[in-house]
């Protein structure tokens, strides 16, 4: 399907969030249940043999069948559902130290055989220009394991009526409290996924993700301006759970926000009333602010700003013709005294963390994951990288972050989760804003942007308050920061009690040519940065 | 596995609509055959070939829909796969807007398919790639490229007796040229339908000239500019001001196309009288598919004609809505221009910026279209008719909207992702601030 005609079938929700198709509608019958283990370790056995069969020095399989299930809803109408899922095989190879890849939906024993030794005569086509040979980190097998996202309720169980409802019931309350339209959608990922390799492991996973989004509008017909609001929702490495309310996860506020469970009704009837605010709140006088974020709003910059330029694949220029390359070169991480934040700046990356998108047992290429620092007090300690390319960094151990959004992608470096540490000091939104003497405070994801090296970056939020002397005194609208990675985080000056720690995170984050996407968290307490230049967005057309 | 041919897949779609017991069905068909090749720091890095086709049968009872797929396509495959569809549907909850299938409709057919690009093979594509690389290891410089090649059949049968069949083939190249020492970067792409149009090599000398041209750029201050807009420049902003001419979100008060006190600009002058915008799948430089994917027939549609905005697109429900005929959205974009090249536009520029690419586009406010980006891969300061020296990359915050209301000039339009697009002058172009990035 072209994304253009998807856009037109899933409505403005869907338009508004690029959504990829992969893979083809599915029966909701039979699907969700695993296919057995068995048989896909004989398939990926007859496939590992034809591979070493046709030369190759390395193989690994990637058995998956992936089901995505999507609902679209708009005020009283459920505008279209959508269950796909993808089955096939994917397989890696390399042959006289050359990477290829072929992958097919052909499960028999032969076409499983054949796409093996596809991959081997397209590495060995490939050899023949390859200049820098694949070295691999030694990695130990596995044997046979398996690993699941430890989720309460499977949302692919729910009935299609009970998750039409609830959306449907969130767009009531919209309109109640004064929206004039409300998209939402509910998106759901299952990945069903086997990994093999001639190295010995054998890896069943069965990954989980969720993700509601909400779009509320309110129309001034007499001044043809209209204003919106979407969701405080995040995508999570969680189940149906995520969508039953509890109080410990709500964080009360001029704002109410959400952790790891999300009052979608609540949120929207919240929606309507600030939109409806927005279409008379002042516009910002552009300037020199200090910002406070909630991380609702800081997960994005946090993604853009930190998690791509330490992208290893980036710095060294496999990303050049695509994403970009990155300032954090190789030069500033060996000097060991690159100062990318200030003194209180942590940055972790951590393909173990509950709820979070990016947490699985093995990566995609059977890397044991783990949790490791990137910026350590300030400072530029590391980078990301996965088993072809940790040599470069004079490591020995791949840092497990490998990933293919299908069987038909090949699998490549992708972002773990990334997050800013949160201190125990005691410290509450309110102590913070209490400390700002001209600032705004900013909730929720909005307009984003940033150069192909991560220099850059304009942001803008769903809801700002400006503060004053150390009280918010209202809200005002056409905000966007703009700012230099470096220097914003080297402005960094406080940052709240971890008890204000929170989740946000990407469900469709693109790199890669072909494009692939995939899912990450990121995880923040409410930051404060110190005198950053804000600009105002109204035009005239 | 080759592409299935027309009577084929006329005959396996008649099959699916003959199993179904529903009100309604759609049965879609979709082959894809494609390869890659990726290199970077002039070596190659990843290739592959995936080939996949899939059945995906909707049945409908009353306003109920339900959908089954199955990439096996013996009979009792599809009659089971027909079965499950029919068995989603009556437990799907009810569409209000969900509109019966059209009856068969007449198609014309576009040239979008050549063997010469079905065929490609990996010696194919490690050629291209080191003709690719080859330029740039010549010049001491460094290149990361990418081709990519696919040949694709969709084709469409329901139970109203419309029948299509699409087979098309493309292949798309570009590649990123830098300088080792990081100051200086150039760009390049290319996409055909048929590849014996291709040459990587030709078109890499392109982006090493800009990487070498852009080393050690200057900072120029941030502010207004006339500007040149190559192609690639251009094309995401415009690519937004077509695909925003949606008519419901028009009507409903929330588009920039909408008017104070209701109504929409449909029929009002919005860019300058020299713009003029259309699309038309038989182009034989851009062919595309001739119908939307519910099947509707897609012809040439004039979106601006002299800066007036002559249609907007809807979606079959919404045109019952309202009583109107259903334009189906933009098989591609094509904007008129003249022959000026985009030489030809430096060489009448007294101070200008020429601007190669723009990245990292996105919605600031929709309410006046406007968006934020940077520039990207080649920049240059123009003085007196010609390039003087590169400069930094700039981001910018600027309106489709306001830059259609300062033309000064359109050139020869070239194809940019199955679109033609001409290079333009443009003034007061609003860049923002500086970026460091190369």
């Known amino acids: ?160 009526e009970e998750k039409a409802d609830l959306l449907l019931t969130a767009n009531a309350a919209a309109l109640e409290n004064g929206a004039n339209f409300v998209n939402s959608a509910l998106f759901m990922v299952n990945e069903q996924k086997y990994f093999a390799s001639s190295e010995g492991s054998y890896i069943d996973q069965d990954v989980h993700r969720i993700w509601p989004t909400m779009n509320v509008t309110v129309v001034d017909s007499n001044t043809g301006k209209f204003q919106s609001r979407n969701g405080l929702s995040d995508p999570m490495g969680l189940g149906w759970e995520y969508l039953v309310p509890s109080a410990d996860e709500t964080y009360d506020g001029v704002v109410t926000r959400y952790g790891k469970r999300y009052d979608i009704v609540a949120d929207a009837a919240a929606a309507a009333e600030q939109a409806r605010e927005m279409l008379s709140a002042p516009s910002v006088e552009a300037g020199q602010y200090d910002l406070v974020l909630d991380p609702s709003h800081l997960w994005l910059t946090i993604h853009e700003s930190v998690g791509h330029p330490l992208e290893l694949d980036r710095v060294l220029g496999y990303e050049a013709n695509y994403a970009g390359t990155s300032f954090a070169t190789m030069d ?108 705004i405070y900013i909730v929720g994801r909005g307009s984003y942007s940033i150069d192909q090296q991560r220099y850059n970056f304009q942001f803008g939020g769903q809801l700002y308050y400006e503060i004053r002397n150390g009280e918010i005194v209202g809200m005002v609208r056409d905000v966007a920061y703009q700012s230099n990675t470096q220097e914003f985080w080297n402005s960094c000056s406080q940052i709240c009690d971890v008890s204000d720690y929170r989740l946000g995170g990407s469900f469709f984050d693109g790199k890669g040519q072909p494009g692939q996407v995939s899912a990450v968290s990121h995880g923040c307490s409410t930051t404060r940065f110190d005198q950053v230049n804000v600009i105002n967005t109204a035009r005239n057309i | 596995m080759s592409l299935i041919s027309r009577d084929d897949a006329r005959t396996l779609l008649s099959k699916v609509v003959g199993y179904s017991q529903a009100d309604h069905v759609v049965a879609n068909l979709t082959q894809n055959n494609g390869g890659n090749i990726r290199y970077a720091r002039n070596s190659v890095s990843t290739s592959g070939r995936t080939a996949n086709m899939t059945l995906a049968v909707s049945s409908t009872f009353g306003l109920k829909t339900g959908v089954a797929t199955i990439n096996e396509f013996d009979d009792d495959a599809i009659m089971r796969t027909v079965r499950r569809a029919e068995e989603l549907a009556r437990l799907a909850p009810e569409n209000p807007e969900w509109v019966v299938p059209m009856g068969p409709q007449d198609y014309g057919e576009t040239p979008a398919y050549f063997e010469s690009t079905a065929s490609i093979s990996p010696a194919f594509r490690t050629r291209a790639a080191r003709d690719g690389i080859e330029p740039s290891a010549e010049n001491g410089l460094v290149a990361a490229g990418f081709l990519q090649d696919n040949a694709s059949v969709q084709s469409t049968m329901n139970s109203a007796g419309m029948f299509n069949y699409y087979r098309s083939s493309n292949v798309s190249f570009s590649a990123t040229i830098r ?72 009507d409903e008060g929330r588009s920039f196309m909408a008017k104070p006190g209701g109504g929409t600009k449909l029929g009002d002058r919005i860019v300058d009288e020299r713009v003029n915008i259309y699309s038309d799948p038989y182009n034989s430089e851009v062919p595309a598919r001739a119908w939307s994917a519910d099947g509707r027939p897609r012809d040439r549609t004039n979106w601006i004609e002299n800066g007036v905005v002559k249609n907007l697109f809807y979606s079959r429900y919404w045109a019952q809505q309202k009583g109107v005929e259903a334009t189906p959205g933009p098989a591609n974009i094509i904007i008129e221009g003249g022959t000026a090249s985009t030489e030809d536009l430096i060489a009448s520029t007294r101070r200008g910026v020429l601007v190669t690419r723009t990245w990292y586009i996105r919605t600031v406010d929709p309410q006046t279209l406007l968006y934020t980006g940077l520039t990207r891969d080649g920049t240059f300061f123009i003085e007196d008719g010609e390039i003087k020296y590169s400069i930094k990359n700039f981001r910018f915050n600027e309106s489709p909207i306001i830059m259609l209301n300062n033309v000064e000039e359109f050139g020869r339009p070239q194809r940019i992702n199955g679109n033609l697009i001409p290079p333009m002058k443009i003034r007061d172009f609003s860049f923002t601030s500086l970026s460091d990035a190369v």
């Open chain 1, 1 to 160: 399907m072209e994304r253009r005609d998807f856009i037109k079938y899933g409505g403005m929700a869907a338009g508004a969030l690029s959504v990829p198709i992969v893979g083809h509608p599915f029966p909701l019958d039979g699907a969700i249940t695993p296919i057995p283990t068995a048989d896909k370790k004989r398939l990926a056995d007859i496939a590992l043999e034809a591979a070493r069969g046709a030369g190759a020095t390395y193989a690994d399989v990637r058995i998956g069948r992936y089901l995505n299930q999507q609902l679209f809803t708009r005020e009283d109408k459920v505008q279209n559902t959508v269950s796909t899922e993808s089955f096939g095989a994917g397989i890696r190879v390399i042959v006289r130290g050359t990477w290829g890849f072929a992958a097919s939906n052909d499960l028999t024993e032969d076409g499983i055989a054949r796409t093996a030794r596809e991959a081997a005569a397209i590495a060995l086509a490939n050899s023949a220009i390859q200049q820098e040979p694949v070295q691999l980190a030694p990695e130990p097998g596995h044997g046979e394991v398996s690993w699941r996202t430890p989720i309460q309720q499977n949302a692919f169980e729910i009935p299609m």
């Open chain 1, 332 to 439: 500033k991480w060996e000097s060991g005294d690159f100062n990318y934040g200030s003194p209180l700046v942590n940055l972790v990356a951590d393909k173990t963390q509950r709820g979070s998108l990016g947490h699985v047992g093995y990566d995609d290429e059977g890397v044991r994951t783990k949790r490791w620092h990137l910026v350590k007090d300030g400072i530029l300690v590391n980078y990301q990288a996965i088993r072809d390319q940790v040599h470069m960094l004079g490591q020995t151990e791949s840092h497990g972050c490998c990933y293919a959004d299908n069987w038909s992608s090949v699998q490549f470096q992708r972002m773990p989760n990334v997050s800013l540490e949160a201190p125990s000091n005691g410290v509450s939104v309110e102590d913070m804003i209490s400390g700002v003497e001209k600032g």
């Open chain 2, 179 to 250: 300088t080792p020492d990081g100051t200086g970067s150039g760009w390049v792409s290319r996409d055909f339908n048929d590849a014996n149009l291709m040459d990587t090599g030709e078109a890499s000398q392109i982006a090493v000239r800009k990487s070498m041209l852009s080393r050690e750029p200057r900072a120029l201050e941030p502010g207004r500019y006339t500007v040149i807009l190559e192609p690639a420049a251009s094309s995401g902003l415009v690519n937004n001001l077509v695909f925003g001419l949606n008519a419901r979100t028009a």
